[in-house]
């Protein structure tokens, strides 16, 4: 079961800066010890006129950080949500997106992989699907800077076994950067149980069970060499989406 941000069992502090009546898109942050790149990242969007909301679950100074760039940033409506212990990846983004208050939401990564600009890209498609989500291995992407050829074919045989289990037609699943219709998004975050680096797969599989209408669309990456991905967490990641799809965990 994904975690309300509003649950005081969950949630220390929530600062919401530079409020606005009406919000036409929510994007969600996940900022777990990002306090060395979360200020180039917000340094990088001239203008947005959603909501950006960062969730910190670490335990650096990242919450404060964003604080501070909120007070600095009138023209962005930035919100923290901070929570004293790990929530995962795949908690934070899913806590995010149960509290943002937009019709059309999404989340990017904090290392700035990618840019605001292709973000609106992407909620473009939505007038037409239910979901746009960014890939960097179809016709027409950009990778600025490509990945290490063994990151590749993790990659790669990653994204093999995923068509293989949940039957996913996606090139790639992993890609921080994706938009969905809040409505659909609320259709399924009920039954969400992974909180891991593997969310991303079962998100995509409970929407595509649930009849979302999905589009897979080529993103300009710039890929980051610190990745947060370890190779424990590929083999928790698999597991995971074992559990996940042979009905081993309560869904």
């Given at each position: 079961m994904y975690l309300s941000p509003y649950n005081p069992d969950y949630i220390r502090t929530a600062v919401t800066?530079?409020?606005?009546?009406?919000?036409?898109?929510?994007?969600?942050?996940?900022?777990?010890?990002?306090?060395?790149?979360?200020?180039?990242?917000?340094?990088?969007?001239?203008r947005f006129d959603g909501e950006l909301?960062?969730?910190c679950d670490g335990t650096d100074a990242t919450a404060q950080v964003v604080e501070e760039i909120a007070r600095a940033r009138t023209d962005l409506l930035i919100r923290c949500l901070t929570f004293d212990h790990r929530l995962g990846k795949g908690g934070g983004v899913i806590t995010g997106l149960s509290a943002?208050?937009?019709?059309?939401?999404?989340?990017f990564d904090a290392d700035g992989s990618t840019t605001i600009s292709e973000m609106m890209r992407l909620f473009s498609f939505l007038s037409e699907h239910d979901g746009a989500i960014g890939s960097r291995w179809?016709?027409?992407?950009?990778?600025?800077?490509?990945?290490?050829?063994?990151?590749?074919?993790?990659s790669r045989s990653f994204n093999f076994l995923i068509r293989g289990l949940f039957g996913l037609k996606f090139h790639d699943t992993q890609c921080g950067a994706k938009v969905f219709?809040?409505?659909?998004?609320?259709?399924?975050?009920p039954a969400m149980?992974?909180?891991g680096f593997e969310f991303d797969v079962e998100l995509l599989w409970r929407l595509n069970r649930a009849g979302s209408r999905i589009v897979e669309v080529p993103i300009e990456w710039q890929n980051r060499d610190d990745s947060r991905v370890r190779k424990r967490d590929m083999v928790r990641m698999i597991q995971g989406l074992f559990r996940?799809?042979?009905g081993l965990v309560q869904v």
């Amino acid at each position: 079961m994904y975690l309300s941000p509003y649950n005081p069992d969950y949630i220390r502090t929530a600062v919401t800066m530079n409020t606005a009546p009406e919000l036409p898109c929510s994007l969600v942050i996940p900022a777990y010890n990002e306090e060395n790149r979360i200020r180039p990242l917000f340094d990088a969007i001239s203008r947005f006129d959603g909501e950006l909301i960062v969730v910190c679950d670490g335990t650096d100074a990242t919450a404060q950080v964003v604080e501070e760039i909120a007070r600095a940033r009138t023209d962005l409506l930035i919100r923290c949500l901070t929570f004293d212990h790990r929530l995962g990846k795949g908690g934070g983004v899913i806590t995010g997106l149960s509290a943002a208050r937009a019709p059309l939401v999404g989340f990017f990564d904090a290392d700035g992989s990618t840019t605001i600009s292709e973000m609106m890209r992407l909620f473009s498609f939505l007038s037409e699907h239910d979901g746009a989500i960014g890939s960097r291995w179809v016709p027409g992407a950009t990778l600025r800077v490509r990945q290490g050829i063994l990151r590749r074919l993790e990659s790669r045989s990653f994204n093999f076994l995923i068509r293989g289990l949940f039957g996913l037609k996606f090139h790639d699943t992993q890609c921080g950067a994706k938009v969905f219709r809040k409505a659909a998004i609320d259709k399924v975050l009920p039954a969400m149980v992974s909180h891991g680096f593997e969310f991303d797969v079962e998100l995509l599989w409970r929407l595509n069970r649930a009849g979302s209408r999905i589009v897979e669309v080529p993103i300009e990456w710039q890929n980051r060499d610190d990745s947060r991905v370890r190779k424990r967490d590929m083999v928790r990641m698999i597991q995971g989406l074992f559990r996940v799809r042979l009905g081993l965990v309560q869904v």
